[in-house]
């Protein structure tokens, strides 16, 4: 499916859903804002492929250098075992994001649900509440990195969101 028939189909969702929004027509592509459990604010970027979806969830906050190698290794131990999208890290200027790609199988627009548009936001999110307290302690210096990836980790009655 081409991106500009992705693109109608995603505003009508979001417009379905009340969602605020900005569009950018040029680069064809949407930014939401929502706020993570730990209280950071977190901007996705949707954009637009032919027969994919990108997601990528910037955080508000950046790290500073003397935290660079704390929150990459707290980076890094989250992303491991995760079985959607994964977290990055800019050495340029300290930014936190998550990427989600929501690969397209087929042509017609039955499978662009609901469920389907809404993992390109409850996607990234979930992660963030999951992983954002300890991203915190990372950015305050306050913990190690194998002290938040256990309380992160630790069991929980909520499920991560499936790959289907």
Known sequence: MDKVTLLKLYRDYLDSKKHKYFYDPENLQMR???????????????MFNDNRITARADCDRKADPENYSRVVEYLTRANY????????????DG??????V?????ESTDELT???????ISTPMHWWDQYGEGFKKMLDGLSTPE??????????????PSQA
Do not use: H
């Open 81 to 92: 075992g995760l079985p959607t999208g994964n977290f990055e890290f800019d050495y340029r």
């Open 32 to 46: 939401l804002k929502f706020e993570a459990d730990c209280g950071f604010v977190i901007s996705i970027w949707v």
């Open 102 to 106: 929501n690969f397209l199988t087929s």
């Open 147 to 160: 002290e938040e990836i256990e309380k992160a980790e630790a069991p929980s009655t909520e499920a991560a």
């Open 114 to 120: 609901e469920k389907c548009f809404s993992k390109t």
């Open 95 to 100: 930014e936190i994001t998550f990427k989600f």
